[in-house]
Each structure stands twice: as C-alpha cells, then as structure tokens.
C-alpha cells in the first residue's frame, strides 16, 4: 500500500503562503491523492484531491509532481483559523474494486500572528 | 441540512464489556466509512459501505469487530469483549458515492474508553 510522509510540525506567519509537503514515492498510477484537515477535536474536513495534474479550489491548491512522488498542499493566505492538522491521503484502489484511505501521520501547522 | 451524527459522544466501558457505537450518515449519501483515530495518531482506515454491503472487511483491527449498515442508513460498528487498546475516537464519515471525486463528509466521533 502507498503510504505518505509529512513532517510533524510547521508555522507559519499570518497572510502568508503555507506551503505543505507530502511524500507518497510508492504511489500507483491510479491512486489519488487528498488533504483533509482536522481542527482540535472535530471531524476531519475535506481540502482537495487529484490524481496528476494541479488542482485549486476555494480553499487551497494541490501540486503534485510530475513522477506523482511527492504533494505540496498551498493555502494561499493563511489565517489563525487555519492552524489545524494537516493530513495528506492516498486512496488505493484494488484489483478486487475495493478500495482503502491510507492516512499519513499529518502535519500540525500553527499559523501566528 | 444535518451533517453526519454520532452516537454516543462519549462512551466508558469496562474491559471486557461490549459496545455499540452508531452512525447517522447524511441522507442520501450511499457510501459510510469508518476510523479510529488513537491519542496523537492519525487515522485509520476500517472498513466501508456501499450501501448496505462492506466489500472489504480486512481493515477491522480483530474478529472482536463488526459492523452494519441497514436501510441504506444508519450503521453500528461492535467491539465485543473490549480491550484497553481499543480505546480510541471512532469516526464515521459518509459520501454521495464510491468514486474518487467525492468528499467525505466526518461526524465529530465517539471517543471510546476501556478501563
């Protein structure tokens, strides 16, 4: 199975660009990429996903390198109410057509003030 | 509309005891899911619905759990005769579907402890 590497912990300064790596160097060709975040004591909550190319939505844009080995989540303008931690996901999908979420350990960014 | 329930918030259990902890998908949404997540860990992944069928059920930690899903609805996760290591918050999420574009929607969870 694909699994992903985050380092523990990051800040940074509010109004700026956080920038999250993820490594999932064993990843298959159809196995997608996701980043969830979960806020102190709450459900996680989706933030974006993709297979290959760069995605952006309201929230944050996924780039994803050319060999898919490697992730980088980037929340354009952090705020305070962004610090939360960070998971970057692969879902494996299986010959049988099933399927599994493979969650990294995270990454708990704390954006300052 | 209601978002993704759980029931109880809160459950303390004698080891040994069994439990049943349930979840309250957002109506409509055919696929569930169910996590654990232990102190400080992230999370894993249990085991999934596509309505009322879990097609794989290899992701259960030991024979002493189970789940159901009825009615396309609601579902039960069961750890009979519980152990201090299951001691954990379950989270339950659910999804409009199977395929890869859609979001998974989290309930806040069952946090679990066995004494």
């Known amino acids: 199975d694909a699994k992903t590497t985050q380092p523990p912990s990051m800040d940074c300064a509010e109004g700026r660009a956080a920038n999250l790596p993820c490594n999932h160097s064993t990843i298959s060709g159809n196995e997608y990429v996701y980043w969830y975040r979960q806020i102190h004591s709450q459900g996680p909550q989706y933030i974006i996903h993709g297979l290959k190319n760069n995605e952006t939505n309201e929230m944050a844009s996924l780039i994803i390198t050319e060999d898919r080995k490697s992730s980088t989540l980037i929340l354009p303008h952090a705020t305070l109410r962004d610090t939360a931690v960070y998971y970057c996901i692969v879902r494996v999908a299986y010959s049988s057509g099933t399927y599994k979420y493979i969650f990294g350990t995270g990454t708990r960014l704390k954006v300052l003030a | 509309g209601a978002g993704v329930s759980q029931s109880p918030s809160n459950k303390v259990t004698e080891k040994g005891k069994d439990v049943e902890l349930r979840c309250d998908p957002i109506s409509g949404h055919t696929a569930l899911y169910w996590y654990r997540q232990r102190l400080g860990q992230g999370l894993e992944f249990l085991i999934y619905f596509q309505g009322n069928s879990a097609p794989d059920k290899s992701g259960l930690p030991s024979d002493r759990f189970s789940a159901e899903r009825t009615g396309e609805s609601v579902s039960t996760l069961t750890i009979q005769r519980t152990q201090q290591e299951d001691s954990a918050v379950y989270l339950c999420?659910?999804?409009?579907?199977?395929?890869?574009?859609?979001?998974?929607?989290f309930g806040p969870g069952t946090r679990l402890t066995v004494t």
């Open positions: 999420a659910s999804s409009e579907g199977t395929r890869s574009r859609y979001e998974q929607y």
